[in-house]
């Protein structure tokens, strides 16, 4: 059972910046951010989920164009974490923010939300005007 714990929302001014962490773990040790794309995910209240941002086992990424240039995805390795850096942060990017994992050895893009097959519970991140 793979297990996503995402943390490190919060409320913020426009302009200001919060960095998310999601840290991996399960029994699988295929289940690992060394073998599983992984990638961050927002929802906003009555709207779709969508991609936010992919770091591919690869190390190609891969971001949304409202994102571009103010998020930054990477990760560590030894700690097992997948983190966002946001700065600049909008109103409209308030939303839940998901961690997700994509199978074994998968190459993906923001837009293959369907494909990613683990998920955290999220944490919220609300940008104020």
């Known amino acids: 059972q793979v297990h996503l714990v995402e943390s490190g929302g919060g409320s913020v001014q426009a302009g200001g910046s919060l960095r998310l962490s999601c840290v991996a773990s399960?029994?699988?040790?295929?289940?690992?951010?060394?073998?599983?794309?992984m990638g961050w995910f927002r929802q906003a209240p009555g709207k779709e989920r969508e991609g936010v941002a992919v770091?591919?086992?690869?190390?190609?990424?891969n971001y949304a164009n409202s994102v571009k240039g103010r998020f930054t995805i990477s990760q560590d390795n030894a700690k097992n974490t997948l983190y966002l850096q946001m700065n600049s942060l909008k109103p409209e990017d308030t939303a839940m923010y998901y961690c997700?994992?994509?199978?074994?050895?998968?190459?993906?893009?923001?837009?293959?939300?369907?494909?990613?097959?683990?998920w955290g519970q999220g944490t919220q991140v609300t940008v104020s005007s």
């Open positions: 997700a994992a994509a199978p074994d050895y998968v190459l993906t893009t923001v837009y293959d939300v369907s494909v990613f097959r683990y």
């Open positions: 399960g029994a699988s040790i295929r289940a690992s951010i060394r073998t599983n794309s």
């Open positions: 770091l591919n086992i690869d190390d190609s990424t």
